[in-house]
């Protein structure tokens, strides 16, 4: 198994371009989370989706979309890039809300805005 | 809304010594979930231990514990016989258990460990 994936791992853009983050989990989990690490800070939740073709917003949703067109699959979309989105984006995922069930994470990916 | 406030951004310890790092939180539910979880430089988010509200007795595992005290809404990590492998950013986190509202884990700013050889 290779858990949780994201795609890329690192990634610059300008102010204004849009770009989309892909996450995929092969444990057959149906939750699945997009967080936001910014330094000197804990992780934020962007977004969340408790099962294929749902989604529901998290704490700090503002400028981002997201997706779950598959189960295995959580996009996450920025449609203009923002400075304030320079960040690290973890995803994770969880067979569901029991506390037994760990919600596994990502290796981040590092966002860079200019 | 909750929050999880750590209130030291920094510890140092000798290595083979304890250490213990504090977590305090706030919230109007009465059953929910709490977590302390590891990132050493590599970012990954590793679970190290966890704890029910409900259940009065402390989590352990292996060389970690905690001293939870739901009237206080503390959650304070202790890990015995420290090692180099231990250093590393630890964040607390809470979950409510119900449903409804956002979902997900919430996060103080975390506490950065330094192990002195």
């Known amino acids: 198994n290779a858990g949780v994936t994201q795609t890329p791992k690192f990634r610059v853009l300008k102010t204004g371009q849009s770009m989309t983050l892909l996450c995929a989990q092969d444990?057959?989990?149906?939750?699945m989370y997009w967080y936001r690490q910014d330094p000197g800070m804990g992780l934020r939740l962007i977004h969340y989706?408790?099962?294929?073709?749902?989604?529901a917003k998290g704490e700090v949703p503002d400028g981002y979309n997201v997706s779950r067109l598959k189960k295995q699959n959580f996009l996450l979309g920025l449609e203009s890039a923002a400075p304030s989105q320079t960040s690290v984006y973890f995803c994770?995922?969880?067979?569901?809300?029991?506390?037994?069930?760990?919600?596994?994470f990502g290796p981040g990916t590092r966002l860079t805005v200019l | 809304a909750q929050t999880v406030t750590q209130s030291q951004p920094e510890m140092s310890v000798q290595e083979a010594e304890t250490v213990t790092l504090s977590c305090t939180y706030d919230?109007?539910?009465?059953?929910?979930?709490l977590f302390w979880y590891k990132q050493p430089p590599s970012r990954q988010m590793i679970l190290v231990i966890r704890?029910?509200?409900?259940?009065?007795q402390n989590a352990t595992e292996n060389r970690f514990s905690v001293n939870f005290q739901k009237a206080a809404k503390s959650f304070s990590l202790k890990i015995s016989d420290s090692q180099l492998g231990d250093a590393a950013m630890y964040f607390c986190?809470?979950?409510?258990?119900?449903?409804?509202?956002?979902?997900?884990?919430?996060f103080g700013k975390g506490t950065h460990l330094i192990i002195q050889p």
């Open positions: 994770a995922s969880s067979y569901s809300r029991r506390f037994t069930d760990t919600q596994y």
């Open positions: 704890q029910e509200a409900y259940k009065q």
């Open positions: 444990m057959n989990h149906e939750y």
């Open positions: 986190a809470y979950r409510r258990r119900s449903g409804g509202g956002a979902d997900g884990l919430t």
């Open positions: 989706s408790v099962g294929e073709g749902t989604t």
């Open positions: 919230t109007s539910e009465s059953d929910y979930y």
